[in-house]
Each structure stands twice: as structure tokens, then as C-alpha cells.
């Protein structure tokens, strides 16, 4: 049991805005009283819900494709020294799983959504996710280009096409539907792509990725998941793509989703010399699109490796920057690629994208619809979130570091002209509230009683960049895992996955499929549910 | 750029193994995954597929091939590289031509089949990145299958083996950040091949004591090595006597996983299979005797200072 008190309390799902009050704790959740408990004195401190991250990539093969493809950045990351509490590991770009779960904790998040799983490689996923401690974790399953499902909408068999996606969601042990480039990946496998939605795709002959976006949005609704479709965008990174943005907005035709990374899909102009930001145009399209949140995949300069499940995105880069290059493609599901990238200020298309990731999480009006993410760590490291906070919070910090923009970018952005400071409510919304919400975790991202007990103090500061980066205490399910800015205890964390309903004669139908387009066999195929570290099972009401 | 085995399947018109001998070391291959299965784009299975065997010398698996190409030893590089440059029209010198063995024809019919398949992939065996060139070899290869994605779609894959190899790859990397050749003796992971590498370590003698799992170093690795394993003292878990088992101070029997345990193994794609064991045994998991011998070393006073 547990009392944190003289604190000010930032709870915006409550209503509670700065109010010094205490928060009691038993048994792992947010309680009204408690009484003989252990007291934390939070006397000049901040108290938040603790951070909630609706899109990283932290576990997977895909990930950890990346590591290996880097040697030359771990060299350069914080060692985490092994003791007694904690397992030797490595910070950077792409931290080790036990790293992962201290960096995140150490910096007051305690719940991360690692956004594509495909269900081929899902068991290894739930692998990294059981060494990845402290963290609660949730997963999405890419599905936009699952080949089973996209014959099914070829064929216009949506009722069966719900029970397949429902099949898989459980399969692969998951949480969410991702979409990533949809109709873009499947035409990746024949070395091509689909960027705008009425494309054609390589080896279809009807579907279209509008229809794809669409069809998937409404699947997830009908099966009444707690997240909606999850949504990489077609036409990431280019020029002039926020056409294909407003446009798989208006596709999406009421239906519920989340559009990850916002920031990459938000650029005007026609090619690399002249990109711009639209995020004007995007932003005010967003304000009006109630259905809709999203995150911003903001960018930080400095050396990175973007790893997505974009394939032919990730050739192209490829061969913008000749540097190295990495694909995976996973047999029927998806792709992937892996391409390590230096984000500098003095490149006019990287100096955009920096711009615009801020840009939208300022434009935005509702904070409860857009979130901080760097899309780690395609943008940045995760650990890097406090830097973003600064940018948000202190104006003057912001101009000096527009400093840095070349003058011929400056007049393509709109950053400049952008005066609003993110207080220290919204913050909490954007880390923590907002995700927990559009995640459909009810009992995360909140102090209310009956919350879980995930909590971070930290030392009210007008450094918040050292703020944020520093908590003074973090509370995990109840246990109090960093103290006076240590790492105190190692907790283990839990998987929510969903279990939606579907027709059990759906496997009928799959087997067959499964055993002439597969390499393995289909009873090995779904992932066991004692390999999810800490299940916890959530059923939609059908 | 790399795939899963089942897009080999699916979607393969081209196939090449580059230094490898499939029909003998991965017998399973050509029926399950590469040259004799019906896939969904290759309705036709092996009469959809070409199959092009490059090696020092004619092995069995050139019965299975549609072209042979002989290399001479060691020119695998030049080769790879004079590949590179036709396939982007460059000219090439005719002397580093005859050096390979091949002639210009059949380099450029290569080149030319590389880049009008419709999906090609290059499988890679040691006879590639275990002789002279080594890892200049591997890259080679992997800058070609590259480059070829310009003109069309194109994979490469390296033909591993060893048991779950790839799995113990695997599990370092997402624990460590690195493969292999790590060392945690400063209490982090550092990485630095021919330095923490097994057979450096064991060659130069750093190391006092050796946990050999799931690996027969014994039968494979140089003799300096061996003669450190068997002077120094050497745990082996192994469910049968091995070489290495041989020349070590302890033996534990454990049990065969997949066979009487269970557990997962990682493809050479390094897609994961569950292991279910279809009998029961005496003897314990590997896992089993880990945990104990961690859960005795833990009994041990720490050395580190109270609090760290």
C-alpha cells in the first residue's frame, strides 16, 4: 500500500489539472484511502499517469533485423551495466529488450503498443516482449497485405473475410490491426508498389488500396476491437503525399482509425528540392474528422535506423542515400526493410520533416487525438520523447533551435509562426491519457479509483527536457520501480491481447489454404497463449 | 534483402545456390522450399522454376541443376564482382574473366537470367563465406542481390545450419544487440569479432573455463582450440557423447529437445517452429540445467557491492 502526497496531480481524464491531492494505492490499483500505508512525499513534484507509447517498434524480427544490422551504432549507445536488479544490455537506436523495458520505465512510461507484428514470426515477437520487463505491452497484427485476406476481398467475401481477421487477431496473440501501405507491400513482392489508392496492385486484378483501407477499417469496427485499424498510410515519405493522406481520410468513410506516424505523411511540394510542409492543410483536414487520432512520428536529428514493414519505401530510401539495406519479406503477410538513416538539420527534406512533426502535434486542436511518438525509431529513439516535450512546452527553446534550419527551409514550414506551448495537462494527455483512450485501455492513463497503479512523479522544473528525462519516482502496477531517480525493483509486465469472436469453421476454411501457400505446419502456425508473458485476455462484446 | 522460404515457394522462377551443396547438406530443401514445389505464382512447380548451381565442383546437387557453372577456388569475389558490373552494363576486363574460370558468355547469360527473372533468389553456403574472402564474399553477394531489386524483384539467403543456429543468433541479438563474438566481461555487451569470438578465445588461451551447449566445437573447430578446450575445464549438455563430450571435465545428459523436450527452433529464414515433443525421457532440458546451475551460482555471496 501505498500514499503519494503534496504532489500536483495531472489526471486529465479526471479533471484534475495541478491540484495538489494525494493518490493512494492497494493491491496494484488506484484506490480511494488507504490507511497505515508507506508515504512518498511528493512535495514540489508532478504526478502523472504513467505514459502510455500507441506506436513503437520494440520487439519483433523486424527489429531485430535492425540490431543486427548496426554494430557500428551499438558501439556508440549507453552500455546498461549488469547488477544484481538489472541485465546487461545496450541503450541507442535500437535498445535490447531488458534495456528497452529500464529506458522506458526510467523515463515514466509503463504501457507500450508495438505496432507490427506479423503472425508468421508473432511467436518470436512474444519472445522479445517476455524480456522486455517492467513495460505492459500490447501488439498490432499487420494485415493489409495478408494475402488470404486480400483474395477474400478480391472476392468480395467480407463476412468470411471478419472471421479470418479475427482468426489471426488471436493467432498472432494481438491487441490491434496494423495496416502498413496497404496493396503497396503485396506489390513489393513482385518488386513494385501502390501509392496513390486507386493504384493498381501487382498480382490483383480488382482491389485497390482505397478499398483495402476501407474494408479493413470497417472489419475492425464490426468486430468491435478496443483499438481501430492501426493505419501506415500508402504513399509514405514522398513529396507531396498529403494528397493521398486527405484522401485515405475521406476513404475511411466515418470509420474509426488510427493514423500512426502523421509526420511522414504530411509533405507538399513535387520532388526533394522542393518538399514543404502541408501539415496545415492536414491538421485542419484532421480537426474536422472526429473518427480520427493519430500520432505524430516526430524527428529528431541525429543517426537512426528506420525499420518498417514498408518495403518498397525502404528500397527507395535505399537508394537515396546508398547506405546500407536490409528486407524481409514474410511469406502471404508482409514485408519489411531496414535501412540506417542520419537525420540532419542541414538537409532541407530532413529539416521539413523535423519541422513538421512539431507542427502537427501544435496545429492539432484536440489533444486527445494526437499523440508524441517518434514512430521509434524510425524518428528518433524513444528515450529521446523529453526532447519533443521541451520543443512543445518552451517557445524560445523552439526558436533557437529554428536556428538551425537552413533560411531556404524556413519559408516552406510554418513552424516559425507558431506561438502555442504545450502545458503541463496536455503533455499528460498526449503521453498518456490520450494513447491509454484510443487504445481502448480503459484502466490505463488515468488516476481514477480502480485505475491501474502505473504512476510517475517527477520534479517540477523549468528544465523539462531533465524533467521528463529524470523521474523522481515510478510506480508499476502498485510496486514502486524507480526511487529518487534509480532503478529500484524489476517488475514483470503483462500482454493484453484480444480475443475477438469468429465462426470456429473458419480454421476449415484456412487449413487447406494455409498448408498449400505456407512452409509450415497450420498447428504450428497460431502462437500458444503460455507464450504471452503475463496474458491478460480481453473479449469484445460481440 | 532477404524472405521467408514460403516467397521462395510462392513466387521463385530463378534459383541459385552459390558454394553449397543442398542435395547432401540440406536435403529437405529442394522438395519443401525451393525447386520442386508447386507455388502459388509457379503453378508449375519445377518445370516453372531454372535452377543455376555455382561451385568449385561438380557436387551431387548439380544432378538437380538446370546449369552447372564451375568456378575456379577462390575466385568467388571476382566473380560476384564481374556479376555486379554486367548486370549494370559496365564493360569488364577480359583478363579478370578468364581468371574466374567462366567465360564471358556465361557470365553474361547469368547476368542476363538475374536480371529478366521475374523473382531470383541466391542461396549462399559456406563453400562462399567460410573461404578465402570470407565476409567480402557474403557481402558481395548481398550487394548484387541488392542491385539486382533495381530491375527486378531479387532475394538472397545464407544456407545455415548447424541445429538452431539462427535461434542462438537470434536470442544475442535481441539480448545483446549483437550475433556473436560478444563479450560481457565489463558488465555490458561489447562486440568484436577475432577478438570475443569462440575460436579466438580458446586459440589464445583467455579463457579458464568453457560451457559448451548444443554444439560439437570438438569435431569442428581447429586443433589449438580443442587442445584449450581439453586442458581447461569444459561443461558439456549434450544428449549423446560427442567429440566434445569426450575431452570435458563434466558431461550432463540432457534431454533431446524435440524429441523428449520441447522448445523452439529457428529456420535458417529465422522463422520460429514450436518443438512438441512426441516422447518422454529421463533426462532433463537444457533449459532445466541451466536454471539450476543459475539458481546455485546465485546462492554464492554476490561480488558486487551492496546496492549497484
Redesign the interface.
Known sequence: MLRITGGKVYDPANNINGEVRDVCISGGRVVAAVEDARTIDATGMVVFPGGVDVHTHV?G?AL??A??LI?EQ??Q?A??????LR????G?S?P???ATGYLYAGMGWTTVNEAAVPI??A??TH??LH?TPIVDKTCCVLMANN?ILLDLMEAGEWERARHVMAWQVWAAKAYGVKAVNPGGVAAW???KDAKQLSDPIA?YSNITPGQIVAGLARLVDELKLPHPLHLHCNNLGAPGNVTTTLETMKTLEGNRAHLAHLQYHAYGGDDWSNISSASTTLADAFNACPNLTTDAGAVLFGNTVTVTADGPWQ?LL??LTGKK????????ETGCGVVPYAYKPGSPANAVQWAVGLELLLLITDPWRVFLTTDHPNGAAFWRYPEVIRLLMDLDFRREQLKAIPDKVLKRIILPELTRQYTLSEIAVITSAGPARALGLSHKGHLGVGADADVAVYNESADVAHMFSYPRYVIKGGEVVIEEGELRNVVEGRGFVVKPAYDETVEGYLRPLFQ?????SFD?YPV?PERVHGLQVVEPAP | MSCTLGEVKNRADLIIYWGGNPAECHPRHFTKYTIMQKGKYVPNGRKGRTMVLVDIRETPSAKAADLFLQVRPAKDFETLTILRALIKGRRVDAAAVAETGLTLEQLEDLAHRMKTCRFGVLFFGMGLSMTRGKHMNSAAALTLAAELNAFTKFVTMPMRGHGNVTGADVVMRYTTAYPFGVSLSRGYPRFNPGEFSTIDLLVRGDVDATLVLGADPGATMPQPAIDHLARTPTIVLDPKVTHSSRLARVHITTAATGITAPGTVYRMDEVPLPLRPPLSGPYPSDEDVLKRIVAAVKRKPAWEPAGV
Request: avoid cysteine.
Open positions: 520487439a524480427a531485430n533485423f540490431r543486427g554494430p551499438h558501439r549507445a552500455p546498461i551495466i549488469h547488477s544484481r541485465r546487461a544490455g545496450l541507442g535500437t535490447t529488450t531488458f508468421l514470426s511467436k518470436h519472445e522479445e524480456d494475402e513482392k513482385w518488386g498480382g528500397h535505399y537508394q539495406w536490409a528486407n524481409l519479406d514474410v511469406e502471404n498449400q501457400h505456407y512452409t509450415m504450428n500458444a
